[in-house]
């Protein structure tokens, strides 16, 4: 039986792929700032709290990192913990930079200094590569990042390559476009326009504001993205990789689909507030999967409008239950 250690595991993505790992017959361990007051709530939505053993680990501590994993002694380490949201970032920078880069350093340099085989996945971000309104981007795409998350994730991303390279760990990357479910917190945008046009739906509420729907996003099923991150471990190479469904929709597109998904004109309902734009933010953001496919062997099976569509499904049955 192999051992997984999931750093940021009560997140989205870190449910998604515990649930994965167990499928597959892993021990999987999470880690927490304070595990032992973490609520775990995304794993005890999937029914998975009582199969996950947790621990107590600051990634910007040294030294609790490398007590977890003498610890767990994990044969694969899946980083995806950090500061997660482009724009608290901006509120946030040296929270962000210090959580996302020297976390990720913390666990590369006591995966070296440990001299154990471990493999170790990063989590990447599309928004290194800010805009990209011709070419898709791809794994040679140079990054121009518009945020203090998306330099956090760049400098995280050269840290992997660099610890790969020098010391020949098993490092891999996943440059991650944006990737929803209904575990989505509510700070994210995809997240409020399901839950704000459900109220509204039920005549909770009237309107919506959001800040500017004509920016362009690849949307994908996190659910799917977490099987690439396993698959790139399971290759004989390390390497780096983008995970992306290959389409781009704006924004104002995801809302319109939600909304016609209850019944609704979305014109009738949202308002374009100025007070909720970015400092910066990209425009366009497009993806080429080419790689993943043909190394891995993984296609995106659900692109934005599926995504929507489950989405809202998703809060009618949490509402139905609650009923």
Request: charged letters at 20%; proline letters at 4%.
């Given at each position: ?130 805009n990209t309104p011709d070419l898709p ?117 995801f809302v319109a689909e939600v909304f ?48 929507a569509q489950q989405m809202v499904q ?10």
């Amino acid at each position: 039986m192999k051992t997984a250690l999931i750093c940021g595991i009560s997140g989205q993505d870190g449910a998604y792929l515990a649930d994965l790992l167990l499928h597959k017959d892993y021990q999987v361990w999470g880690t927490s700032r304070d595990a032992q007051m973490c609520s775990f709530g995304n794993l005890q939505r999937l029914g998975l709290r009582d199969r996950i053993k947790v621990a107590s680990m600051s990634l910007n501590d040294f030294r609790s990192v490398l007590q977890v994993i003498n610890k767990v002694q994990p044969d694969e380490i899946y980083n995806l913990a950090g500061q997660t949201s482009v724009g608290l970032s901006f509120e946030l920078p040296v929270e962000t930079m210090e959580s996302i880069n020297g976390g990720t350093l913390n666990l590369l340099e006591a995966i070296r200094f440990t001299g154990a085989e471990i493999k170790f996945y990063n989590a990447g971000s599309s928004e290194c590569f800010g805009n990209t309104p011709d070419l898709p981007a791809d794994e040679m795409t140079p990054f121009r990042p518009r945020s203090p998350y998306a330099v956090a994730k760049s400098a995280a991303f050269w840290q992997v390559a660099n610890y790969r390279e020098a010391y020949n760990i098993f490092a891999c990357s996943g440059i991650l476009f944006n990737h929803d479910s209904p575990l989505r917190p509510q700070r994210f945008v995809t997240q409020k326009i399901v839950s704000a046009a459900y109220a509204i739906a039920q005549g909770q509420q009237d309107k919506l504001h959001l800040g500017n729907t004509s920016i362009q996003r690849d949307w994908g099923w996190a659910p799917d993205f977490v099987e690439s991150m396993y698959l790139m471990l399971q290759h004989p190479e390390p390497d780096d990789y983008v995970v992306c469904t290959g389409e781009t929709h704006s924004l104002e597109d995801f809302v319109a689909e939600v909304f016609a998904c209850l019944g609704l004109d979305w014109r009738d309902h949202v308002i374009t507030d100025q007070s909720l734009f970015r400092p910066t933010d990209i425009a366009v953001s497009r993806g080429n999967p080419h790689k993943a496919k043909e190394k891995l062997g993984w296609v995106a099976r659900y692109k934005m409008k599926e995504v929507a569509q489950q989405m809202v499904q998703a809060v009618i049955n949490q509402e139905g239950e609650n009923c």
